[in-house]
């Protein structure tokens, strides 16, 4: 059973990527539990696929919102976006080679799933504070370009 970390303490009030962190939120304690479980080599890798898809369309959603409502952190946040591409990316390269092992669920756990919070709760808040300064709503991001 995934451990339920998800809860509204997480919400940054903007319900499409508050929609978004939840379901990457879920998917990576999914990991997690099934790196732990020592599940299936191809149902982990179907874990990682829809995550290294999913990453790439929210992390695209989320920069266009700040850098559409001039977020003061959106380079910064551009950034932690990258790092964490990065440290997803390796993991991905580790599983391919190695499989699942003790270290790389401690390294899920806390390079991906707990930075993903920690992340949230520093930057991604910041984004709705930002959404009372002017705004030019025709540059806004759709429903149609988020991922659901
Ligand atoms: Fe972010």
């Given at each position: 059973m995934p451990n339920p970390i998800w809860n509204e303490t997480l919400e940054i009030g903007i319900p499409s990527i508050d929609r978004q962190h939840q379901q990457l939120v879920e998917q990576m304690t999914l990991l997690v539990d099934a790196m732990r479980e020592n599940r299936a080599n191809e149902e982990i890798a179907n874990i990682i696929q829809f995550l290294d898809r999913y990453i790439s369309q929210h992390f695209s959603f989320e920069e266009h919102c700040m850098a559409t409502y001039c977020c003061p952190i959106a380079c910064q946040n551009q950034d932690a976006h990258r790092q964490f591409v990065q440290t997803f990316q390796q993991i991905k390269t580790q599983f391919d080679r190695e499989g699942s092992s003790l270290s790389l669920v401690l390294q899920v756990n806390q390079s991906?799933?707990?930075?993903?919070?920690?992340?949230?709760?520093?930057?991604?808040t910041q984004l709705a504070r930002s959404m009372?300064?002017?705004?030019?709503?025709?540059?806004l991001p759709t429903k149609t370009n988020a991922p659901q």
């Open positions: 991906l799933l707990d930075w993903f919070i920690n992340h949230i709760r520093k930057i991604d009372t300064c002017p705004v030019n709503y025709s540059q």
